[in-house]
Nanobody
């Protein structure tokens, strides 16, 4: 079955950490850029972080810079989002997506599912203040 599945979400206190995983099955992530998108209740979806197919280039929105780290392990066909110093405003559903974008900046700007070859069902992250 071809799918992307996120895991690792949960409830954490402000200042805590979570590590999200995005596992692909039925296809290879090797040549695809990967993005983590999030949507808070009542707010628009945003591209939190994206990584190139090689892993050499990363992008973060200003609000997560210095706190989140995106990475990938092509051998495991999995991407990760390490989230530290979590804040209440990080609460939301986190989605991962994969596609062949020319630049990761362009990828993170495209928040609609229709842009992506693969889009996961999402994992809930709740940060209590």
């Amino acid at each position: 079955q071809v799918q992307l599945v996120e895991s690792g979400g949960g409830l954490v206190e402000s200042g805590g950490s979570l590590r999200l995983s995005c596992a692909a099955s039925g296809f290879s992530l090797d040549y695809l850029a990967i993005g983590w998108f999030r949507q808070a209740p009542g707010k628009e979806r945003e591209g939190a972080s994206c990584i190139s197919s090689s892993g050499d280039n990363t992008y973060y929105i200003d609000s997560v810079k210095g706190r989140f780290t995106i990475s990938r392990d092509n051998a495991k066909n999995t991407a990760y989002l390490q989230m530290n110093s979590l804040k209440a405003e990080d609460t939301g559903v986190y989605y991962c997506a994969a596609a062949g974008f020319a630049t990761i900046q362009a990828m993170c700007a495209k928040v609609g599912e229709g842009w992506y070859d693969f889009w996961g069902p999402g994992t809930q992250v709740t940060v209590s203040s």
